[in-house]
C-alpha cells in the first residue's frame, strides 16, 4: 500500500527550512557586525 | 567605483544603506512569501507544493549569485589590490553558502511528492551541491588565509576558478538529461503564467536585498575587525 502525502506537510516544511535558516543567518550577521565595531571603538577608545 | 574602495567612504554609505535594504528585503520578501502561500491558486501538475519555488527560486540564484559576486570582487581585488573587494567576497560567500543549503533542503522536500525521491545525482543538483563544499573550502580558505597572515591572493584565485561551476549549474539541465524542468525564465522571455510569475519576482528581489543587507554587515564586521587587529598591533608595536 502506498503512503499518503499531504503535500501542504512539505510546504510547511520547506518554509521552516527556509524561514530559520534566512533569520539565523541575518540575526548572527548583525549580532557579529554589532560585536566587532563595539570592539574596535573600545580599542580606539583605550 | 573607486571611490567607494575607501573604507571610510564606504562605512558611511553603508550605515544607511544596512538597515535600508535589511527592511526592505524582510518587508518584501516576508510579502512575497505571504502571498505565495495565500494568494496563488495550486499548479496543475504540482499541486499545492507550487508553493515550495517562491522560497526554493530566489535561494538558487542567490546561491549562484553569491559565487558569482566572489567571483567579480577577487578579480576586482586580483587587478586593482583594492582591499574592500577582498572583504566584499569574503562577506558574500556566508548568505551564498546559507542560500545554496536552503536551496538544496527545499528542493529535495519539493522534489519527494513532485518526483517520487528526495534525490536524484543527476547534473543540477550534483553540480549545485559542488557549489555548497566549493564555499565551504572558500571560507575555510579565507579564515585560514587571515589567521596565518597569508596573502589574500589565494582564496581570490580559488574564487575566480570556483565560477566554473556557474555555468555548469545554469546550463546542467540543457546538457544533460534531468529530472530537474528546463530553465522556465531566461532573458526577455519567461514560460510561467503571470499568477505565479509576478509574486516569484517580487520574492527574488526582496532575498537578493537581504542577500545585500548581509554582504553589508558582513563587510562591517570585517572591516571593524581588521581595523582593531591593525590599532592593537601598532600599539604593540610602539610599545616594544
Known amino acids: 500500500m502506498r503512503e499518503a502525502l499531504d503535500q501542504w506537510d512539505f510546504v510547511i516544511a520547506a518554509y521552516a527550512v527556509g524561514l530559520v535558516g534566512t533569520i539565523a543567518m541575518i540575526v548572527w550577521s548583525w549580532l557579529a557586525m554589532r560585536r566587532a565595531e563595539r570592539r574596535r571603538d573600545e580599542v580606539r577608545r583605550r | ?240
Open chain 2, 1 to 240: 567605483m573607486h571611490g567607494f574602495a575607501n573604507p571610510k567612504r564606504f562605512l558611511s554609505l553603508a550605515r544607511w544603506l544596512t538597515p535600508l535594504t535589511l527592511t526592505a528585503g524582510l518587508l518584501l520578501s516576508a510579502g512575497a512569501l505571504a502571498w505565495g502561500v495565500f494568494v496563488v491558486p495550486p499548479d496543475r501538475l504540482m499541486g499545492e507544493t507550487v508553493r515550495i519555488l517562491f522560497l526554493h527560486v530566489p535561494t538558487a540564484w542567490l546561491g549562484m549569485g553569491g559565487w558569482s559576486m566572489i567571483a567579480i570582487a577577487s578579480l576586482v581585488y586580483l587587478v586593482w589590490r583594492h582591499p574592500l573587494a577582498a572583504l566584499g567576497a569574503r562577506a558574500a560567500a556566508v548568505p551564498g553558502l546559507v542560500f545554496t543549503l536552503i536551496c538544496l533542503v527545499t528542493g529535495s522536500i519539493w522534489g519527494r511528492p513532485t518526483w517520487g525521491t528526495w534525490w536524484v545525482w543527476d547534473g543540477r543538483l550534483t553540480s549545485m551541491l559542488v557549489l555548497a563544499f566549493l564555499y565551504v573550502a572558500y571560507i575555510a580558505l579565507a579564515q585560514a588565509a587571515e589567521r596565518e597572515g597569508v596573502s589574500a591572493r589565494i582564496p581570490a584565485i580559488f574564487g575566480l576558478l570556483g565560477a566554473i561551476n556557474i555555468p555548469i549549474i545554469n546550463r546542467s539541465v540543457v546538457w544533460w538529461n534531468s529530472l530537474h524542468q528546463p530553465p522556465s525564465i531566461s532573458m526577455g522571455r519567461s514560460s510561467i503564467d503571470a499568477a505565479f510569475l509576478t509574486p516569484l519576482l517580487v520574492s527574488v528581489a526582496g532575498f537578493s536585498l537581504l542577500f545585500g543587507a548581509v554582504v553589508l554587515m558582513r563587510m562591517r564586521a570585517l572591516l571593524a575587525d581588521a581595523q582593531a587587529e591593525a590599532r592593537l598591533r601598532r600599539r604593540a608595536m610602539e610599545a616594544a
